[in-house]
């Protein structure tokens, strides 16, 4: 596994085009111990460094983690059953009056709850 954590690391690397020594800087660690992990020689790489290079690369941090081992199929679906969705209501461009009645409708919600009560 730890192989294929190198190369997925190298692959999104070149494909950046980035460099050992930007990526390590970005990711806070060496350039060598970047270079380590691409070969697949650390043997059980931390999760905080993990994470800091899935975000200076771009690539999902759960990935990551599975190819280094530290997760198996049950733990990922676990996570991303509790990873957050997004707002259903994000990125859409509604008017005034949409948010108005979008309001209306929570206040009317919040208002039956507080009758249930």
């Known amino acids: 596994m730890l192989t294929q954590l190198g190369q997925v690391l190298r692959e999104r690397r ?4 980035a460099s050992l ?10 350039g060598p111990y970047l270079l380590k992990l691409e070969r697949g020689t650390v043997a059980s790489p ?9 975000h200076a690369l771009d690539v999902p941090f759960l990935e990551l983690m599975e ?3 530290s997760l198996d199929e049950q733990d990922l679906v676990t996570l991303e059953a509790r990873a957050p969705r997004p707002h259903p209501l994000a990125g859409q461009q509604l008017s005034p009056e949409d948010w ?6 929570i206040r009317e919600l919040k208002s ?3 009758a249930q009560a």
């Open 14 to 17: 070149k494909e950046q085009q």
């Open 21 to 30: 020594d930007t990526v390590a800087r970005t990711a806070r660690i060496s």
């Open 46 to 54: 931390s999760p905080r460094v993990l994470g800091r290079v899935a």
């Open 67 to 69: 190819l280094a081992g």
């Open 100 to 105: 108005r009645q979008v309001g209306d409708f």
């Open 112 to 114: 039956r709850r507080t």
